[in-house]
């Protein structure tokens, strides 16, 4: 199975910045999984932010737009958000995500999410 791990949470101001990293172990074929990263503030669902697929495509939730880059770096099997011109809106546990297909077999894995809180 894949296991995935984010780290780069914190507590900045807003205005700052953050960079999450997920890293994903035993995942020989990392480059070939669409990746996302979610955030779940308390009392809503989890809401996906940011994605990129395996051929580099990269969506936004338009409330991030302009302002967070997903990224990944296949020979690390390690995703990235970075996020700049941060709000407190954007206070929330952030995890990543994994979309695995294996033939016609479909499978989600998570990380332990990697708390993000923006305040002054």
């Known amino acids: 199975q894949v296991q995935l791990v984010e780290s780069g949470g914190g507590l900045v101001q807003p205005g700052g910045s953050l960079r999450l990293s997920c890293a994903a172990s035993?995942?020989?074929?990392?480059?070939?999984?669409?990746m996302g990263w979610y955030h779940q503030a308390p009392g809503k669902q989890r809401e996906l932010v940011a994605s990129?697929?395996?051929?580099?495509?990269?969506n936004y939730v338009d409330s991030v737009k302009g302002r967070f880059t997903i990224s990944r770096d296949n020979a690390k099997n390690t995703m990235y958000l970075q996020m700049n011109s941060l709000k407190p809106e954007d206070t929330a546990v952030y995890y990543c995500?994994?979309?695995?297909?294996?033939?016609?077999?479909?499978?989600?894995?998570w990380g332990q999410g990697t708390q993000v809180t923006v305040s002054s």
């Open positions: 995500n994994a979309h695995v297909t294996w033939g016609t077999l479909t499978n989600d894995y």
């Open positions: 035993r995942s020989r074929l990392f480059s070939m999984y669409d």
């Open positions: 990129i697929s395996s051929g580099g495509v990269t």
